[in-house]
């Protein structure tokens, strides 16, 4: 969080101004179809240098069902016949380089040959040659760490990349609209693996909350520049797109991804730079404090005919206060209605997610369930799957509120680079803790689904009919 002053905007039109498709809350199980998944052999899908190693197995699998994908998909949405890569895939061994696996031309082409060690860390395709290339040990660290099944969305993104080349990259020459739209691709494909479609690759529904956390590991370093020549976009601009994908399929990527997109990735002013945007702890609950109040007495007259009475805002020490399932299941979290108030874990949650994620960790926290109060008030259900889910799509909303500049009437406080990059963290983080989200069957990735819903549309999408 940032002390400075922005441009107010009004708070019931401050939740429509963000670009993007109109997305809904994922619900359900990502599973493979009836049949199992069968390895491409490898005479049938040739890659240069590649190995025997089970991770260039995957790509190669990968690979294969992108090309089926993209058969169907851009006759459909593009009106061509898809065109293969000229030139192919490449793997290669950063870690000991075998030159004589490869032409003369190394992992580039006769117009732009290029050395096989250049790839090492990394995937891309090359518009010059059309052929994608990549660093097997990348990839067996993004499994390693992130899942296995992160390596096939890189291996989409770049796919991705490589439709780019055929019908078009940005006209306005910006990488961060190129770099997203790839995503967004990417979250078509995998939607469509999700369905079952796939022949040689399946996902699992924990494999996606894998995978939006591997998109922290992917995503620009906060506070750089937007407009910078590689520039791919921040945590949370990624996994929109990807979602975006993940729930339009491939019209949403080929139609909303113009100059008119608006990202959150910001750079640093040299106040951010200073604390990395991260304001004390002491002074964000204290934020929090004036801008929940604020937001909900500002929509919840239209909304449900009444005045919103702010329930009490309390902190305590490992210890929940006793009050139904708070103090039976030793809640970190909750919504008291017996007192009317909103409790937290100053040592277990609100502390250790402000040093571990940042300030705005903390903010996401405290709206989920002053959020179930603003609807307990309203009568609606706040201690069901449904109410926590409707409670972080409406911490979307607010998030987009103090994004936009709704309270600097009031505050002088505005979002820094990666503050809602921390509200995602803190969802996936948290998103599997019952002390933290009681009564919920949801995954970290339907939880932040939920989340960029109410960021992107506002309330009238966080299921607030009675």
């Not at 998909?73 to 065109?83: D, I, K, L, S």
């Amino acid at each position: 969080m940032q002390q400075r002053l922005r441009r107010v905007l009004p708070l019931a039109v401050a939740g429509l101004l963000l670009a993007g498709c109109s997305t809904t809350v994922v619900q359900g199980t990502a599973s493979p179809g009836a049949g199992e998944p069968v390895d491409v052999v490898a005479d049938e899908f040739p890659i240069t240098g590649v190995s025997d190693t089970p991770i260039d197995q995957f790509a190669r699998n990968a690979l294969a069902d992108l090309n089926s994908f993209w058969a169907d998909a851009y006759p459909e949405f593009f009106g061509e016949e898809f065109q293969p890569l000229e030139n192919g895939y490449f793997s290669v061994d950063s870690a000991a380089v075998d030159a004589g696996a490869y032409p003369e031309t190394g992992i580039g082409c006769e117009a732009s040959p290029t050395a096989p060690d250049s790839v090492a860390g990394n995937a891309y395709f090359d518009p010059g040659c059309d052929l994608i290339a990549y660093d097997r040990n990348l990839l067996e660290e993004l499994a390693t760490d992130y899942g296995r099944f992160l390596v096939p969305v890189v291996m989409a993104h770049e796919f991705g990349h490589a439709m780019q080349g055929r019908f078009g990259f940005a006209e306005s020459g910006r990488s961060i609209e190129d770099e997203t739209q790839a995503d967004c691709l990417a979250g078509a494909w995998t939607a469509w693996v999700a369905a079952g479609e796939a022949e040689h690759v399946a996902v699992r529904a924990p494999e996606l909350d894998d995978v939006i956390r591997g998109f922290l590991f992917l995503r620009d370093d906060v506070g750089s520049d937007p407009e910078g020549t590689q520039a791919h976009g921040s945590y949370f601009d990624r996994v929109s797109a990807f979602y975006e994908g993940f729930d339009g399929g491939v019209q949403p990527c080929r139609d909303d991804f113009g100059t008119d997109r608006v990202f959150t990735a910001a750079t640093f002013s040299e106040t951010d730079l200073a604390n990395q945007g991260n304001a004390p702890y002491s002074d964000i609950v204290g934020w929090i404090g004036q801008t929940l109040p604020l937001f909900w007495q500002s929509i919840f007259p239209d909304a449900f005919g009444k005045e919103f009475r702010p329930p009490a805002l309390e902190a305590f020490d490992s210890t929940a206060p006793d009050c139904g399932s708070l103090g039976r299941d030793d809640r970190d979290l909750g919504y008291c209605p017996d007192d009317d108030t909103v409790y937290y874990d100053e040592t277990d949650l609100t502390g250790p997610a402000h040093d571990e994620l940042g300030d705005f960790a903390v903010a996401t926290a405290l709206s989920l369930p002053y959020s179930l109060a603003a609807r307990d008030q309203a009568g609606l259900s706040a201690d069901d799957g449904a109410a926590t889910r409707s409670a972080v799509c409406l911490t979307g909303w607010y998030t987009a509120q103090w994004y936009n500049g709704g309270f600097l009437d009031s505050l002088e406080v505005s979002l820094s680079p990666g503050d809602v990059d921390e509200a995602v963290q803190f969802l996936l983080t948290y998103g599997g803790n019952p002390k933290v989200f009681p009564d919920v069957a949801s995954s970290g990735f339907e939880l932040v689904g939920a989340f960029r819903t109410g960021f992107l549309q506002g309330g009238a999408a966080c299921d607030l009919a009675s």
